[in-house]
Protein backbone atom coordinates (compact mmCIF):
# COMPACT_ATOMS: atom_id res chain seq x y z
CA UNK A 1 0.00 0.00 0.00
CA UNK A 2 2.91 2.72 0.96
CA UNK A 3 3.82 2.21 -2.96
CA UNK A 4 1.12 3.61 -4.56
CA UNK A 5 1.03 7.45 -3.30
CA UNK A 6 4.62 7.53 -4.75
CA UNK A 7 2.90 5.66 -7.79
CA UNK A 8 0.46 7.87 -8.11
CA UNK A 9 2.78 11.00 -7.71
CA UNK A 10 5.13 9.35 -10.87
CA UNK A 11 1.49 9.23 -12.99
CA UNK A 12 0.39 12.74 -12.53
CA UNK A 13 3.85 13.76 -13.21
CA UNK A 14 3.95 11.78 -16.41
CA UNK A 15 0.45 12.89 -17.70
CA UNK A 16 1.32 16.52 -16.63
CA UNK A 17 4.42 16.42 -18.92
CA UNK A 18 2.26 14.38 -21.95
CA UNK A 19 -0.38 17.40 -21.10
CA UNK A 20 2.48 20.16 -21.84
CA UNK A 21 4.06 18.63 -24.66
CA UNK A 22 0.53 17.96 -26.82
CA UNK A 23 0.10 22.15 -25.81
CA UNK A 24 3.62 23.17 -27.06
CA UNK A 25 3.49 21.24 -30.01
CA UNK A 26 -0.29 22.33 -31.28
CA UNK A 27 0.99 26.06 -30.90
CA UNK A 28 4.32 25.70 -32.80
CA UNK A 29 4.59 27.99 -35.67
CA UNK A 30 5.19 26.52 -39.10
CA UNK A 31 8.27 27.27 -40.75
CA UNK A 32 6.50 28.33 -43.78
CA UNK A 33 4.26 30.95 -41.75
CA UNK A 34 7.60 32.36 -40.74
CA UNK A 35 8.80 32.81 -44.22
CA UNK A 36 5.78 34.36 -45.13
CA UNK A 37 5.78 36.93 -42.50
CA UNK A 38 9.19 37.77 -43.29
CA UNK A 39 9.07 38.24 -46.80
CA UNK A 40 6.05 40.61 -45.89
CA UNK A 41 7.84 42.46 -43.31
CA UNK A 42 11.01 43.34 -45.93
CA UNK A 43 8.36 44.18 -48.37
CA UNK A 44 6.59 46.66 -45.99
CA UNK A 45 10.37 47.44 -44.57
CA UNK A 46 11.39 51.30 -44.91
CA UNK A 47 14.89 52.79 -43.47
CA UNK A 48 14.25 54.06 -39.83
CA UNK A 49 12.01 51.04 -38.96
CA UNK A 50 12.67 49.07 -35.73
CA UNK A 51 11.93 45.01 -36.47
CA UNK A 52 10.61 43.59 -32.59
CA UNK A 53 9.69 40.19 -31.76
CA UNK A 54 7.88 38.48 -28.98
CA UNK A 55 8.42 36.09 -27.70
CA UNK A 56 12.22 36.96 -27.24
CA UNK A 57 13.20 32.68 -27.34
CA UNK A 58 12.39 31.78 -30.73
CA UNK A 59 15.24 31.74 -33.32
CA UNK A 60 13.42 31.78 -36.42
CA UNK A 61 12.87 35.54 -37.05
CA UNK A 62 16.16 36.15 -36.24
CA UNK A 63 17.24 33.69 -38.28
CA UNK A 64 15.25 35.18 -41.66
CA UNK A 65 15.80 39.14 -40.34
CA UNK A 66 18.77 39.45 -38.51
CA UNK A 67 20.42 41.92 -41.17
CA UNK A 68 17.56 44.41 -40.41
CA UNK A 69 17.69 46.57 -36.96
CA UNK A 70 16.15 43.71 -34.51
CA UNK A 71 15.02 44.10 -30.66
CA UNK A 72 13.97 40.22 -29.16
CA UNK A 73 13.95 41.22 -25.73
CA UNK A 74 12.67 39.99 -22.58
CA UNK A 75 10.94 43.21 -22.09
CA UNK A 76 10.78 46.22 -24.57
CA UNK A 77 12.07 49.62 -22.69
CA UNK A 78 10.91 52.76 -24.08
CA UNK A 79 14.56 53.71 -24.51
CA UNK A 80 14.98 51.01 -26.96
CA UNK A 81 12.31 53.11 -29.10
CA UNK A 82 14.46 56.73 -29.56
CA UNK A 83 14.74 57.42 -32.89
CA UNK A 84 12.58 55.17 -34.84
CA UNK A 85 9.84 56.35 -36.82
CA UNK A 86 8.18 53.03 -36.80
CA UNK A 87 8.42 49.74 -35.63
CA UNK A 88 7.47 46.42 -36.99
CA UNK A 89 6.13 44.19 -34.21
CA UNK A 90 6.12 40.28 -34.96
CA UNK A 91 4.25 38.60 -32.66
CA UNK A 92 4.35 34.66 -32.33
CA UNK A 93 0.93 33.03 -30.95
CA UNK A 94 3.65 30.39 -29.13
CA UNK A 95 3.14 28.92 -25.28
CA UNK A 96 4.40 31.96 -23.06
CA UNK A 97 3.66 34.95 -25.55
CA UNK A 98 2.12 38.04 -23.83
CA UNK A 99 0.76 41.54 -25.71
CA UNK A 100 3.03 43.62 -23.26
CA UNK A 101 4.90 44.72 -26.08
CA UNK A 102 1.35 45.58 -28.36
CA UNK A 103 0.07 47.43 -25.28
CA UNK A 104 3.39 49.48 -24.73
CA UNK A 105 3.36 50.54 -28.68
CA UNK A 106 -0.23 51.22 -28.69
CA UNK A 107 0.45 53.89 -26.17
CA UNK A 108 3.35 55.52 -28.37
CA UNK A 109 1.91 54.82 -31.50
CA UNK A 110 -0.79 54.08 -33.74
CA UNK A 111 -1.19 50.76 -35.24
CA UNK A 112 -1.65 49.59 -38.70
CA UNK A 113 -3.95 46.63 -39.85
CA UNK A 114 -2.64 43.82 -38.58
CA UNK A 115 -1.24 40.90 -41.06
CA UNK A 116 -2.24 37.19 -39.53
CA UNK A 117 0.13 34.46 -40.90
CA UNK A 118 -0.74 31.21 -39.29
CA UNK A 119 0.06 31.95 -35.51
CA UNK A 120 2.52 34.99 -36.55
CA UNK A 121 1.26 38.44 -36.54
CA UNK A 122 2.74 41.38 -38.35
CA UNK A 123 1.38 45.40 -37.42
CA UNK A 124 3.26 48.35 -37.67
CA UNK A 125 3.32 50.92 -35.34
CA UNK A 126 3.75 54.48 -36.60
CA UNK A 127 5.51 56.98 -34.56
CA UNK A 128 5.73 60.87 -34.30
CA UNK A 129 9.46 60.80 -33.05
CA UNK A 130 11.08 63.64 -31.75
CA UNK A 131 14.34 62.24 -32.96
CA UNK A 132 15.70 60.73 -35.81
CA UNK A 133 19.02 57.53 -36.11
CA UNK A 134 21.76 58.57 -37.98
CA UNK A 135 23.94 56.24 -37.10
CA UNK A 136 24.21 52.50 -35.57
CA UNK A 137 27.87 51.10 -34.67
CA UNK A 138 26.62 47.37 -35.03
CA UNK A 139 25.41 48.25 -38.30
CA UNK A 140 29.09 50.22 -39.05
CA UNK A 141 31.69 47.17 -37.74
CA UNK A 142 32.86 47.43 -41.25
CA UNK A 143 34.11 51.15 -41.43
CA UNK A 144 35.70 50.99 -37.80
CA UNK A 145 39.46 51.53 -36.97
CA UNK A 146 40.66 48.91 -33.96
CA UNK A 147 43.91 49.44 -32.33
CA UNK A 148 45.28 47.63 -29.92
CA UNK A 149 47.32 49.09 -27.57
CA UNK A 150 49.46 46.45 -25.14
CA UNK A 151 51.34 46.85 -22.45
CA UNK A 152 54.38 45.59 -23.38
CA UNK A 153 54.47 48.60 -25.77
CA UNK A 154 53.34 46.84 -28.83
CA UNK A 155 50.61 48.70 -31.24
CA UNK A 156 49.25 47.30 -33.79
CA UNK A 157 46.13 47.48 -36.02
CA UNK A 158 43.55 44.93 -35.80
CA UNK A 159 43.23 44.95 -39.87
CA UNK A 160 41.74 41.16 -40.43
CA UNK A 161 38.23 41.17 -41.52
CA UNK A 162 36.40 38.49 -40.92
CA UNK A 163 32.69 37.23 -40.52
CA UNK A 164 31.84 40.47 -39.29
CA UNK A 165 34.42 41.47 -37.09
CA UNK A 166 37.85 42.69 -36.88
CA UNK A 167 40.55 40.39 -35.36
CA UNK A 168 42.88 41.40 -33.31
CA UNK A 169 46.79 39.98 -33.46
CA UNK A 170 47.05 38.14 -30.23
CA UNK A 171 44.18 35.61 -28.64
CA UNK A 172 41.96 36.75 -31.88
CA UNK A 173 39.12 33.77 -30.56
CA UNK A 174 38.13 36.74 -28.17
CA UNK A 175 40.07 39.49 -28.62
CA UNK A 176 38.35 41.12 -31.44
CA UNK A 177 35.37 44.16 -32.34
CA UNK A 178 32.21 42.70 -34.29
CA UNK A 179 28.45 42.59 -33.91
CA UNK A 180 27.27 40.26 -31.68
CA UNK A 181 23.60 39.28 -29.99
CA UNK A 182 24.34 38.36 -26.21
CA UNK A 183 22.36 38.16 -23.49
CA UNK A 184 23.28 40.45 -20.64
CA UNK A 185 20.92 40.82 -17.52
CA UNK A 186 18.36 38.33 -19.09
CA UNK A 187 17.81 39.86 -22.48
CA UNK A 188 19.24 38.54 -26.04
CA UNK A 189 21.01 42.14 -26.54
CA UNK A 190 22.45 43.41 -30.04
CA UNK A 191 25.99 44.73 -29.40
CA UNK A 192 29.64 45.33 -30.50
CA UNK A 193 31.74 42.64 -28.84
CA UNK A 194 34.99 44.94 -27.22
CA UNK A 195 36.52 42.44 -24.90
CA UNK A 196 39.44 44.87 -22.71
CA UNK A 197 42.77 43.83 -23.47
CA UNK A 198 45.16 42.23 -20.74
CA UNK A 199 46.13 44.86 -17.98
CA UNK A 200 48.00 48.14 -18.91
CA UNK A 201 46.46 47.42 -22.40
CA UNK A 202 44.26 49.71 -23.96
CA UNK A 203 41.99 48.82 -27.00
CA UNK A 204 40.56 51.73 -28.84
CA UNK A 205 38.16 52.29 -32.00
CA UNK A 206 37.97 54.84 -34.45
CA UNK A 207 33.97 55.43 -35.68
CA UNK A 208 33.24 56.66 -38.96
CA UNK A 209 33.05 60.17 -39.46
CA UNK A 210 29.31 59.30 -40.42
CA UNK A 211 28.78 59.14 -36.58
CA UNK A 212 29.63 62.44 -35.89
CA UNK A 213 26.80 65.06 -35.73
CA UNK A 214 26.58 68.03 -34.33
CA UNK A 215 24.85 68.75 -30.97
CA UNK A 216 23.12 65.04 -31.51
CA UNK A 217 23.26 63.16 -28.55
CA UNK A 218 24.97 59.28 -28.40
CA UNK A 219 23.17 56.48 -26.79
CA UNK A 220 23.83 53.09 -26.24
CA UNK A 221 24.53 50.61 -22.99
CA UNK A 222 26.61 48.29 -22.20
CA UNK A 223 27.32 44.72 -19.99
CA UNK A 224 29.06 41.95 -19.43
CA UNK A 225 27.61 38.51 -21.53
CA UNK A 226 25.60 35.80 -19.20
CA UNK A 227 28.27 33.38 -20.61
CA UNK A 228 30.71 34.82 -18.11
CA UNK A 229 29.28 37.63 -16.01
CA UNK A 230 29.34 35.53 -12.68
CA UNK A 231 33.37 35.02 -13.36
CA UNK A 232 34.24 38.56 -14.62
CA UNK A 233 37.49 39.65 -12.06
CA UNK A 234 37.02 43.38 -12.36
CA UNK A 235 35.18 46.16 -14.04
CA UNK A 236 35.82 47.46 -17.57
CA UNK A 237 36.71 51.40 -18.18
CA UNK A 238 34.93 52.98 -21.46
CA UNK A 239 36.35 56.39 -22.58
CA UNK A 240 34.81 58.11 -25.05
CA UNK A 241 36.30 61.00 -26.91
CA UNK A 242 35.49 63.81 -29.59
CA UNK A 243 38.55 64.76 -30.33
CA UNK A 244 40.60 65.68 -27.44
CA UNK A 245 37.57 66.17 -25.44
CA UNK A 246 36.64 63.20 -23.11
CA UNK A 247 33.18 62.73 -23.11
CA UNK A 248 32.83 60.10 -21.07
CA UNK A 249 34.24 58.21 -18.57
CA UNK A 250 32.67 54.83 -17.21
CA UNK A 251 33.70 52.09 -15.29
CA UNK A 252 31.04 49.35 -15.87
CA UNK A 253 31.25 47.13 -12.90
CA UNK A 254 31.67 43.04 -12.43
CA UNK A 255 28.38 41.50 -12.81
CA UNK A 256 25.46 40.88 -14.92
CA UNK A 257 23.39 44.52 -14.99
CA UNK A 258 22.71 46.43 -18.18
CA UNK A 259 23.89 50.23 -17.97
CA UNK A 260 22.54 52.78 -20.11
CA UNK A 261 24.23 56.30 -21.06
CA UNK A 262 23.72 59.18 -23.32
CA UNK A 263 25.56 61.98 -23.94
CA UNK A 264 25.72 65.24 -26.33
CA UNK A 265 28.22 65.49 -28.78
CA UNK A 266 29.97 69.14 -29.48
CA UNK A 267 28.98 71.89 -32.13
CA UNK A 268 31.55 71.19 -34.39
CA UNK A 269 33.02 67.56 -36.37
CA UNK A 270 35.70 66.03 -34.73
CA UNK A 271 36.90 62.22 -34.69
CA UNK A 272 35.25 59.84 -32.41
CA UNK A 273 37.16 57.15 -30.53
CA UNK A 274 36.36 54.64 -27.77
CA UNK A 275 39.19 53.01 -25.50
CA UNK A 276 38.70 50.27 -23.55
CA UNK A 277 40.57 49.33 -20.49
CA UNK A 278 40.79 47.01 -17.22
CA UNK A 279 42.77 45.65 -14.68
CA UNK A 280 42.01 42.35 -15.41
CA UNK A 281 40.40 40.93 -18.22
CA UNK A 282 39.30 37.65 -17.30
CA UNK A 283 35.81 36.25 -18.82
CA UNK A 284 35.49 39.70 -19.35
CA UNK A 285 33.04 39.36 -22.23
CA UNK A 286 32.27 42.79 -22.67
CA UNK A 287 29.24 44.42 -24.66
CA UNK A 288 28.72 47.95 -26.14
CA UNK A 289 25.80 49.26 -28.07
CA UNK A 290 26.37 53.26 -29.70
CA UNK A 291 23.78 55.08 -31.68
CA UNK A 292 23.92 58.46 -32.82
CA UNK A 293 20.55 60.37 -32.76
CA UNK A 294 19.49 63.60 -34.08
CA UNK A 295 16.85 65.90 -32.57
CA UNK A 296 14.04 66.31 -35.48
Known amino acids: MKRWPHLLVVLVAVGASLVLSFVRLSRRVDERDLDA ?60 ATSAFRELLSVQAQAQPTATFGRVRLTTFVRIPSERRRFDLGEQVAALQVTAHYADGLVARCDKFERDRWLCP ?100 VPLTLMVTSENNGAAHFCLSLSTVEAL
Not at 50 to 57: M, N, Q
Not at 60 to 75: C, H, K, M, N, T
Request: glycine share 8%; net charge negative.
Open 37 to 96: AAQALRTEYRDGDLVVVTPYYISGPRERLGDLPLLSPRQLDAADLRGYARVQLLELDVTG
Open 170 to 269: RDSSWSYVGREVVEIDDDPRACVWLHPLPKGGELRVVLPDIAFVPNAHLIGGMGFAASGAKRVQAPVQVRLFAGEQELMRREHPAGSSYTRYDVVLPAEP
